[in-house]
């Protein structure tokens, strides 16, 4: 039984989880075809000298698969090969020796000033530089080198419009995917945000009226201390008490130890994931013995949290399936996987897995190159 976010919002922010992630495809496609299609335009328009048509070829072929795999990086992994950023030079070298040779040889200014362009826009793509200046210093270098080689300055200007022209288009791609994964973290962090608020809000509600009532009856047994000693004792006994409730309280908030219903935390789940950007669903939901459903509605959660601070996951999936020979099993997964340190600390999965180990279950997880899968099962003791 597929399982929505409830309310108003969830039924618009799921769609947005698919159109972000078509949206990361399409850039992708799109920055990948413009540098197949340079290239054609350029190796159709080869000089006539054979010098310069193999120094223009060569050049605008490592320019192109260059430029292709550095878009593909800052699309799909912009965080882990910002060192892709200097390998790029000899293509923007090459790019350069490309676009000489290209008029050199007696070809047209268009299309042979877009392969500078088409490197340069992907460097800036992997390289955390600003990109107006690098621009411009870009142009002037194109200015300079196309006026030294067709003896024409107009030429030269020219050619350096030209250039930052189709930087600009070519960025404006990523800058659309950039500010796409900007609003998904904004999202995610409101998401977190929202979680603590309602932790706050739950330890205030739990703990205000405890403690309203201790610090009165502090008050009252310090004003019978004098005139009513064996009043003022059984005062501090009934503080004493209270003290001990919530401080048990307290430590079921911070674990999680207080009732929840399963089927609402996988709700709850699935509205996070879907407002931080996650497609996430739940299907085959089955019913879950009362005693155990603490216990994975806590399995949901860590494993909701571990979503929202350590991956980049763009789809998620919560599987329950009970059986009364076998037990219950609840199944987690993204498609990214997690930091390794995202699962090791003490209070995560590790000290869930301990938990679940002495109810006579287990908890396990995998980390794989395309997803992080997380499975709890516990044991039917009613059959």
């Not at 430029?67 to 992994?77: D, H, K, N, S």
């Not at 000489?100 to 992907?122: E, K, N, R, S, Y």
């Not at 962090?189 to 706050?200: C, H, K, L």
Request: charged share 15%; with cysteine.
């Amino acid at each position: 039984m597929p399982v929505t976010a409830a309310g108003s919002d969830a039924i618009v922010t799921a769609p947005r989880a698919a159109g972000r992630l078509a949206l990361r495809h399409l850039t992708g496609v799109s920055l990948v075809a413009v540098c197949a299609i340079v290239a054609g335009l350029c190796l159709a328009d080869l000089p006539e000298s054979p010098l310069a048509a193999w120094t223009a070829s060569v050049g605008m072929s490592l320019t192109a698969v260059a430029a292709a795999g550095a878009f593909l990086v800052a699309v799909y992994r912009p965080a882990r090969y910002r060192w892709i950023g200097p390998v790029l030079a000899p293509a923007g070298a090459a790019s350069l020796a490309a676009c000489i040779a290209g008029q050199a040889g007696g070809g047209d200014l268009w299309p042979w000033v877009t392969p500078p362009a088409l490197a340069a826009a992907a460097a800036l793509a992997v390289v955390p530089v600003p990109r107006v200046p690098a621009t411009l210093v870009g142009a002037g270098v194109v200015a300079v080198a196309t006026a030294a080689t067709t003896a024409d300055w107009w030429r030269g200007i020219t050619g350096a419009v030209a250039f930052a022209c189709c930087v600009a288009a070519t960025l404006a791609q990523m800058w659309i995917w950039e500010m796409a994964e900007r609003a998904r973290r904004d999202a995610a962090a409101a998401a977190v945000g929202a979680e603590r608020d309602r932790f706050a809000a739950e330890l205030h509600d739990i703990q205000g009226h405890s403690l309203q009532v201790i610090v009165l009856k502090s008050e009252l047994a310090a004003r019978l201390a004098a005139t009513d000693p064996d009043r003022a004792v059984a005062e501090m006994r009934e503080v004493e008490a209270l003290a001990r409730d919530a401080l048990r309280d307290s430590r079921d908030v911070a674990r999680g130890l207080r009732p929840v219903a399963l089927a609402t935390e996988i709700a709850n789940a699935v509205g996070v994931l879907t407002a931080a950007g996650i497609a996430c669903h739940a299907d085959q939901i089955a019913a879950a013995p009362v005693r155990q459903e603490r216990l994975l509605a806590l399995v949901v959660r860590e494993a909701t949290t571990n979503m929202l601070r350590h991956s980049t996951a763009t789809r998620a999936t919560i599987t329950l399936t009970a059986d009364r020979g076998t037990g219950v099993t609840l199944t987690v997964v993204n498609d990214a996987p997690l930091q390794p340190s995202a699962t090791g600390d003490r209070g995560g999965l590790d000290n869930l897995a301990g938990r679940i180990a002495t109810a006579g279950g287990s908890l396990t997880w995998r980390r794989e190159p395309d997803h992080f899968q997380v499975t709890a099962r516990l044991q039917d003791t009613t059959a």
